[in-house]
């Protein structure tokens, strides 16, 4: 039987400055999540891109002295190379001006227009150019500011086209209430919920060309553009071939990632925008929190930003990967430290699975250069029990990918590699070899043995990291011989009982110690 296809998206970034932190968390999670399906053998298509239109790109473009697209062109760029650069797997990177994604707008458009779901009315509301949308006063702090950006939203007040959105409010508390997975995590959708206790309003689509012209003509009416949220949303369907060429099989597996902050974009108006369409629901929309500095979350308006190349050529590949997906825990705020990631690095990786790995297969190929056979008969009760944790951490581990606590999935892998380091100090591999170079033929069988086992169990968890680590789980695995058809490791590979392991020659360099910059630097 051929295994379900799954879409993944990550939002559509904004080209209003170069990728942080924070867009790459969701990259990342996203490319995690990608290659875990696919070792468990099912196809997937991930989407990332860049959202191009709208006031605050023109505003930013001006201010460059540049003209808008030459400089979403530009920016957008950014956000490819920074991606291509970090080894994020994504099959469509999608772009918002492209003249296809502006052809399907307009259709949406007038599909919503001809059927009665857009009309023309006058508007008074609180914009906040950060968010790009109009905020309601519950929405604002106590002193009236937009929480995520620190500015008070200007009073506007205009006439525009408008998305009949609360025709729809009834239908999504419905779907949402009969889908407890449509929003997660739980706290997500109640938040959703609890804002759909109010009458919805209808959702302003358009700005008129008299204030901004960097956005997608309205079909029926020359003196409009779209409001950027409604042209960015439709990404996520257009990228599925819809309308003409529709793949709905895949529609109907999308993940969509985001942050909290655009929670209300994807949870109300999306939903409602897709009812309006008569296309089927999204299957999951999977909601985080924030990366903080300090207090505040890390946002390019703030300018309080890492930035994920710098910090990843300086402290080594893939270990932001691995910090963001260890510290986080999905769904609420994490503060990012560079103390945190150094010793997240020094624990996990350099002294983990960095020193494992050198110390066994130091050894390895000192005594069995070229192949080392495995004679099962020769495993004691203790091996055959330290073999045992591979199959513990390997459902722990599909477990957290499958209750979105990434957190326990490290855990699970970081204990096994500890209970291999815990198995290497009981065997004291070093006193075999030594009592081997003295011709001690027992010693030399149980030398052999134990490695043996050590080998599955590097095995193991290479395997096992390779979505979080896979370039570092690759180069383990070509050391150990370990070789496998299609683009990643099969999970199944990690349980394998190998007799022959066919070594490489030399022990791979996986991750260094590092230190904490000295307080002048
Ligand atoms: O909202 N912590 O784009 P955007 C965690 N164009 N994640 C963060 C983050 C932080 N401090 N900062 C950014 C937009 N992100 C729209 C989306 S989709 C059709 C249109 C991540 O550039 C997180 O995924 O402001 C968040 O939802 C997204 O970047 C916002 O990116």
């Known amino acids: 039987m051929k295994s379900a296809r799954r879409y993944l998206t990550t939002p559509l970034y904004y080209v209003n400055a170069k990728p942080h932190l924070g867009h790459s968390y969701t990259t990342i999670l996203v490319d995690v999540i990608k290659r875990h399906l696919v070792q468990r053998g099912n196809p997937v298509i991930a989407l990332t891109g860049t959202d191009e239109h709208g006031e605050k790109i023109e505003q930013m473009a001006k201010a ?54 857009i009309v023309y009315r006058e508007y008074t509301g609180n914009y906040c150019l950060g968010c790009e949308r109009f905020r309601t006063d519950a929405e604002l702090t106590a002193d009236g500011l937009c929480p995520d950006h620190q500015k008070k939203p200007e009073a506007r007040s205009e006439a525009n086209y408008f998305f009949l959105m609360s025709k729809y409010q009834k239908r999504l508390i419905d779907h949402i209430e009969k889908n407890p997975s449509f929003i997660e995590p739980a706290h997500y959708k109640n938040e959703v919920l609890a804002f759909l206790k109010q009458p919805l309003e209808d959702l302003s689509i358009s700005r008129p060309k008299s204030r901004l012209k960097w956005g997608i003509e309205l079909p029926f009416d020359s003196n409009h553009v779209t409001y950027v949220w409604f042209d960015a949303l439709l990404n996520y369907l257009n990228a599925t071939g819809w309308p003409d060429q529709f793949d709905q099989a895949l529609w109907e597996s999308v993940t969509h990632f985001t942050a909290k902050d655009i929670l209300k974009p994807h949870g109300i108006y999306w939903p409602t925008m897709l009812m309006a369409l008569n296309v089927p629901q999204y299957k999951t929309l999977q909601v985080h929190g924030y990366w903080l500095m300090g207090q505040s979350k890390m946002s390019k308006s703030l300018g309080n930003v890492v930035r994920p190349l710098e910090v990843e050529e300086k402290y080594g590949r893939e270990t932001l990967r691995f910090f963001l997906l260890r510290e986080m825990s999905f769904g609420l705020d994490s503060s990012f430290t560079l103390e945190n990631y150094v010793t997240c690095i020094n624990a996990y990786l350099a002294n983990g699975i960095g020193n494992l790995v050198s110390r066994v297969l130091t050894i390895a190929l000192k005594n069995f250069p070229g192949t080392l056979a495995l004679d099962e008969k020769t495993l004691t009760a203790e091996d055959k029990k330290a073999l045992e944790a591979r199959a513990s951490a390997l459902s722990q581990w599909d477990q957290g990918f499958d209750e979105l606590k990434y957190q326990n999935s490290l855990k699970a892998w970081s204990d096994l590699v500890t209970a291999v380091d815990l198995y290497v100090n009981e065997m004291k591999p070093w006193a075999l070899a030594k009592a081997a170079g003295t011709g001690d033929a027992t010693a030399t069988e149980r030398l052999k043995t134990v490695m ?7 095995q193991a968890a290479a395997v096992i990291i390779y979505p979080v680590l896979p370039r570092a789980s690759l180069d383990i695995l070509k050391t150990l011989g370990v070789q496998f058809s299609g683009p990643a490791p099969d999970s199944k590979l990690a349980l394998e009982d190998r007799r022959e392991f066919k070594l490489g020659a030399e022990v791979p360099k996986l991750f260094m110690r590092v230190q904490l910059p000295s307080v002048d630097a």
């Open 452 to 458: 043996g086992v050590c080998l599955r169990l590097i």
């Open 64 to 117: 460059a002295g540049q003209d808008p697209k030459a400089f979403a062109d530009e920016i957008s760029g950014h956000f490819r190379e920074t991606w291509k650069q970090m080894h994020l797997d994504f099959d469509i990177f999608y772009r918002t001006t492209d003249a296809s994604h502006v052809k399907k707008v307009q259709q949406a458009l007038t599909k919503l227009k001809d059927q009665g779901d």
